[in-house]
């Protein structure tokens, strides 16, 4: 009998199952990779494998006197947005480092590999000079009126930059921890461009630390498309926490410390992670250097990113007491927004993931929940259904991978792939016939967008399969990227432990391993001595009864306890309201206080008031900043 269980686990190490069909997780990881390349710019390879696309954007950076061909589309349209193919490429580096070798048995690991480089190759031509990057190609107001293939392209392709005079922190700090990341990547097979990437990487670095502000400043006409709202400390925070990593200087490993409370990193506490917000991803890396052993002195301050890290992954599994926890859908899919939901899903499964195999690496770790400890095994048992739930184990039986499963989405909103491939009929598709012709064309997209995630379905697990339905069905290249590694972890089955820190790069490992061998417990990351400096206090004040029902007036009151610095950027989650509230501003994450640049000084205190019938709503910090 103990021989028929072995073998029956063994048998499902690279598949799942839902409602009688089998999910090939290698497959998908094969496909979520090809659909990078449907969103190349440039010149393609000759061993491109989406053959309906052709060259496109040669021109790219002519006006400028600089070459900018190349690169990656942001999604359906036809725009080159620097800061989520930043992230993009981040993400696909990382997800290289942690499961690559898994990628190689799965045989993706050279299409992973070059994924990488189209998109690194770009940013060294976009970083001409120390204090000079391109951020942008094209612009999303004249895009969006317009229905073209890439190929076809007449819409403006002015390019964008950032230096000393409009600068732009989160753009370059992006950026910055793209190169350093795969430095990593490039370590070993191609060193000489790993060194490349790294000293493009240091540069911007510093960079985007001397002449610190948002991009979408100085790069106004990105702002309604992809709007820096989280600000640019976390992107400071990630560039230092790769570079680390990538060169094993203390002096950013200091960095990274230092400036917890200044920019943000130990004051964050969310559940979303993804090309805007970094927080999460900068916790875990916090937490994965404090795991391995290579602290040094700054233990004390890795230990409250860690409490970060913690609350990530508590609140992906719905163990924070109401207090954070993600929302899902009657289905069990994490739900933040409608447009483009899974962007967060494939991003929070990685990570997941990738914390989970950290976990379990250092013996003894857990995670520390207001609900009680949650084992790594429970991060990836997670995770795991959230990719089956986009893989198609989901009340619909839908795949929202096209191009995988029985049922997946047909009418794609992608420009290139609505319309007849340039090398099926090159005759010239101007904007007007784009959508006169392909737009508002009923039935199967013409090309299919092999691997693309779509935006997924709403929080009632509806999805409507249509064009137009931009919000549901464009798929974008930061939902893939780090579906990759999490695929390929779930590939390789109960032995494909990521081993990101524990054996790469070379120059590292054997410190490394030598630390993680003489630590076999860990100190529970909330150890109880690093309090929140923000206290929240609520009460009722009034109360009455209308048509049968009691209101009750709350009072909230939210205090700066610490004896010197100033509480900046200050974000409210509320959770459970039902009911209008006063003195806050809604924003993307959660409550702000009103204002142009709010503040809470040393000591000080501001209050909200809200009304509803119902019992206390859940109300906790969601970040801040403290300087």
């Known amino acids: 009998m103990a021989l028929l269980v072995i073998l029956v686990l063994a048998s499902m190490a690279q598949v799942s199952y839902c409602g009688g069909a089998a999910i090939d997780y290698g497959k998908a990881l094969s496909k979520s990779i090809l659909f990078l390349e449907a969103q190349r710019s440039g010149v393609l390879p000759g061993n491109q494998r989406v053959a309906w696309r052709a060259n496109s954007g040669l021109l790219d950076g002519k006006a400028n006197g600089v070459d900018l061909t190349g690169g990656y589309y942001d999604a359906g349209d036809n725009v080159k947005f620097g800061l989520p193919m930043a992230f993009t490429v981040t993400m696909m580096a990382w997800s290289v480092l942690e499961y690559g070798e898994q990628m190689g048995a799965a045989g993706e690991l050279g299409h992973a590999v070059e994924a990488i480089k189209w998109g690194t190759d770009y940013f060294v031509k976009a970083h001409p000079e120390a204090n000079v990057l391109y951020g942008e190609v094209g612009d999303g107001d004249t895009d969006h009126n317009c229905w073209q293939r890439p190929e076809d392209m007449t819409t403006s392709r002015q390019a964008y930059r950032l230096d000393a005079q409009h600068p732009g922190s989160d753009l370059a700090g992006e950026t910055a921890a793209a190169m350093a990341t795969a430095s990593l990547v490039f370590r070993r097979s191609n060193p000489g461009y790993a060194n490349q990437l790294l000293q493009h990487s240091k540069q911007l670095f510093d960079f985007a630390d001397k002449y610190r502000g948002r991009y979408d400043v100085s790069i106004p006409v990105a702002r309604s498309y992809y709007g820096s709202v989280s600000g640019y400390g976390d992107e400071l925070l990630w560039a230092a926490a790769w570079l680390f990593q990538a060169t094993a200087d203390g002096k950013y490993l200091d960095y990274l410390a230092n400036n917890a409370d200044a920019l943000g990193g130990t004051g964050w506490s969310t559940g979303q992670f993804g090309w805007d917000i970094k927080y999460p991803g900068v916790q875990v890396l916090a937490a994965k250097i404090l795991l391995q052993g290579k602290a ?21 599994l719905g163990k924070q007491g109401g207090s954070g926890d993600v929302q899902r859908t009657p289905g069990g899919l994490m739900y933040h927004q409608r447009w483009n939901n899974l962007q967060f899903v494939t991003s929070a499964s990685f990570l997941l993931a990738a914390y989970s195999d950290s976990l379990a690496a250092a013996s003894g ?8 400890a949650a084992a790594p095994s429970e991060l990836l048992a997670f995770a795991k259904s959230q990719v089956d739930y986009i893989l198609g184990s989901n009340p619909r039986g839908t795949s929202y991978m096209v191009g995988y499963g029985y049922t997946y989405p047909q009418e794609a909103h992608h420009r290139g792939a609505s319309i007849v491939s ?17 737009y508002g064309r009923k039935g199967s997209n013409p090309n299919l967008l092999d691997g693309a995630i779509v935006g997924g379905p709403d929080e009632h697990d509806d999805f409507a399969d249509e064009r137009n339905n931009y919000q549901q069905t464009e798929a974008t290249t930061y939902n893939s990227a780090p579906f990759m590694g999490v695929l390929a972890r779930l590939a390789a089955g109960h032995g494909g432990r990521g081993r990101f820190g524990r054996s790469f790069p070379d120059e590292l490992a054997t410190a490394a391993t030598e630390r993680d061998n003489k630590t076999s417990v860990l100190p529970a990351a909330d150890d109880g001595k690093h309090a929140s400096p923000v206290a929240i206090e609520q009460n009722a004040t009034r109360s009455w009864t209308e048509k049968g029902r009691t209101y009750r007036r709350y009072a909230v009151t939210v205090t700066n306890r610490s004896a010197s610095k100033t509480v900046h950027e200050l974000h409210i989650g509320i959770a459970k309201l039902y009911g209008p509230v006063w ?30 019938a119902a019992p206390p709503a859940n109300v906790w910090v969601t970040g801040y900043k403290l300087v």
């Open 296 to 316: 040094g002195a700054h233990g004390a301050v890795l230990r409250r990113y860690r409490q970060k890290a913690d609350f990530f992954a508590c609140s992906c």
């Open 365 to 372: 770790a857990a995670v520390q929940c207001s609900s009680g």
């Open 422 to 438: 340039f090398k099926s009929n090159p005759a010239f598709v101007s904007c007007h016939d784009g959508y006169s012709s392909w």
């Open 583 to 612: 003195g806050l501003d809604k924003a993307r994450y959660g409550y702000v206080l009103p204002g142009a640049a709010p503040s809470v000084p040393a000591g000080g205190s501001v209050m909200f008031v809200y009304v509803h």
